[in-house]
């Protein structure tokens, strides 16, 4: 399960790797089974989400699945917090460190009307977490290619500071009225094309988005987001809904944000 030192490094080069074996055949079967069931809003657990969102877009045409906290809710979307293939990358990219469980995600852009996903920094949404040690983690239930809207990255971008939010899932130009010349000169995506089963890992600032889907395929993604332990709460809100709040200056842990891995133990 181990990432290579070339795998490693591009990483810390580029802020994100992508290709990466994560789940069989079986596996994702599974998930999608898991992924039909709990997208109905009547699922009798379906007040164990933390957002839910039958469609995020802005654009009344399109459509874009949103949701947050499907862990809690099947077996599936459970179990692939603890697999293996997933922990120790996600260790070694954090320092090889323990890391923990932020929140996971569900993105899923129907066929033929899929909305977009617009450019934006993990992190500008977490900023009531610190230091900033996060990472996430995008599998994907579909082949997703730049034609059903997979994910795009702009190389090096996980250099920038932080940017002001510009939205999620509306224009996805609007990031450039927050960008300076040098960054847009730099602004250069390259698009992660994926088999089902496979995934990227990228940095908390590292600039990404994913355009429409207008094909007959549909594109559907897990996303698991981690940060490394020790990392703090700064606010006094619940940083989920139905979470208790962490005070400022308060470790995050607990039950709703359990040790994924820690290398130590291995």
Not at 48 to 71: K, M, Q, R, V
Not at 118 to 145: E, F, K, V
């Amino acid at each position: 399960y181990t990432l290579s030192d070339e795998q490693v490094e591009f990483f810390r080069v580029n802020g994100f790797i992508s290709g990466i074996k994560m789940l069989d055949e079986h596996q994702v079967e599974k998930i999608r089974t898991e992924l039909g069931e709990i997208s109905n809003p009547q699922h009798p657990a379906h007040d164990l989400f933390y957002e839910f969102h039958s469609n995020e877009s802005t654009d009344p045409s399109t459509i874009l699945f949103h949701a947050l906290g499907a862990w809690r809710i099947t077996n599936g979307l459970h179990d692939v917090l603890w697999n293996p293939r997933f922990l120790v990358a996600a260790s070694q990219l954090s320092g090889n460190v323990p890391v923990r469980l932020w929140q996971d995600q569900i993105f899923w852009k129907p066929a033929k009307q899929g909305g977009v996903v617009a450019w934006h920094q993990d992190y500008s949404y977490w900023t009531r977490t610190q230091p900033m040690a996060h990472l996430t983690c995008w599998i994907g239930l579909d082949d997703a290619d730049r034609s059903n809207g997979c994910v795009s990255y702009l190389p090096g971008s996980h250099r920038w500071p932080l940017l002001p939010i510009t939205g999620l899932a509306g224009d996805m130009e609007a990031i450039h009225t927050v960008l300076n010349d040098e960054q847009r000169s730099q602004f250069r995506p390259v698009f992660a094309e994926l088999k089902k089963g496979e995934t990227t890992f990228h940095h908390p600032l590292m600039v990404h988005g994913s355009y429409e889907n207008a094909t007959d395929r549909p594109r559907r993604a897990t996303v698991i987001n981690v940060f490394r332990d020790g990392v703090h709460s700064v606010s006094d809100r619940p940083l989920l809904k139905g979470v208790p709040s962490i005070s400022p200056g308060e470790v995050m842990g607990g039950q709703f944000f359990p040790l994924l891995f820690d290398p130590a133990n291995v």
